[in-house]
């Protein structure tokens, strides 16, 4: 990889300009013209490094979500992630080293339709689906500096969810509906956007930034794939807590620049009794333990039961689709 395509790929996974051309912004911090910034955005994207660039929701401000892991005999386990995988609900999906070896995501627009979806999983490879959703987050933040062996963004200020949350309306949810996979690259993309959805140019600028200022919107910007950048080694940790501590040690993890994310999630006793959950992404299985080590001794970790969840495989990785993309007409009619 090019320093410049390090530089943009490192640089521009949040901040994306609010302007009406903000290719030409990045392009000219770059030293690049426009044309040549879309097309190597356009080409990472085709080869996979780039998953989309656009904004990245807060769980469950736009519809809903839930992690969820199945035990999957050895010998169907191929079959089943072929059939979690082809659900469109599912956005991640991985093997990982437990006796729950399958661990997915799935997203709905609401509880209902993301039930439902559980519920059919089940019924096609008839097994359970433990349900994880999120109780608490204490950071959530994908991006990566692609400059170390541990895929971690310098520590940048969590904003607290609003006390009271912010009310979209028929153009807010048009507006996530249109660019929940990725802003067009082209040079003007909000009047694209706002065409799309039948307001201005103006009036997307003026909600974007008020999604990302009530924390709607987590970041805005490039959303790189870290397993095509060389972070390979992919652990999720999980502690047992008890719940009077757990807001204690999940806010010093999150606040740790350690990891990538940090939430408590529902124990399922008796088969999952851990209620603190945290991801690092690394180059290596060794960069990964060594930053767990580091993360027990920081926060006084070290008393509590913990296991340590690699990936082996991963059959999806996708941004989330909570709302069916709808053009100008079915906003008008909403």
Not at 153 to 180: F, G
Not at 282 to 309: I, N, S, W
Request: glycine residues 6%.
């Amino acid at each position: 990889m090019s320093d410049l395509q390090l530089s943009l790929l490192n640089d521009f996974q949040r901040g994306f300009p609010l302007t009406p051309r903000p290719f030409d912004d990045i392009a000219q911090r770059l030293g690049l013209d426009l044309e040549a910034l879309l097309d190597t955005l356009r080409r990472l994207t085709r080869e996979g490094v780039i998953s989309r660039v656009g904004a990245v929701f807060r769980p469950n401000r736009v519809g809903v979500s839930t992690l969820a892991a199945m035990a999957v005999p050895a010998g169907r386990l191929d079959e089943v992630a072929r059939l979690v995988s082809a659900r469109p609900e599912v956005n991640h999906n991985y093997e990982r080293e437990h006796r729950f070896n399958l661990w997915f995501v799935a997203t709905a627009a609401n509880p209902a339709q993301l039930e439902q979806a559980l519920y059919d999983i089940e019924q096609q490879t008839g097994l359970a689906a433990m349900r994880l959703p999120m109780v608490q987050d204490y950071h959530i933040d994908l991006g990566f500096d692609l400059r170390r062996s541990v895929g971690l963004t310098d520590r940048h200020q969590q904003k607290a969810a609003p006390s009271r949350a912010l009310e979209l309306d028929a153009l807010d949810y048009a507006l996530v509906e249109a660019i929940q996979e990725g802003l067009p690259l082209v040079a003007c993309p909000y009047a694209e956007v706002a065409a799309f959805i039948g307001t201005s140019e103006a009036d997307v600028l003026i909600r974007l930034r008020r999604l990302l200022d009530h924390g709607v919107i987590k970041r805005l910007g490039i959303v790189v794939r870290h397993h095509e950048l060389g972070f390979r080694a992919n652990a999720m940790a999980v502690w047992n807590i008890p719940d009077r501590l757990v807001d204690e040690f999940g806010r010093c993890v999150g606040a740790s620049g350690l990891v990538n994310l940090c939430y408590q999630r529902p124990r399922r006793l008796p088969e999952w009794p851990y209620n603190l959950f945290c991801m690092i992404h690394g180059k290596d299985r060794d960069a990964v333990l060594e930053h767990l080590d580091h993360l027990r001794d920081q926060c006084g970790l070290t008393e509590f039961p913990c296991e340590v969840l690699f990936s082996k495989r991963r059959f999806k990785q996708t941004g989330a689709r909570y709302l069916a993309a709808q053009p100008k007409a079915a906003a008008e009619a909403t």
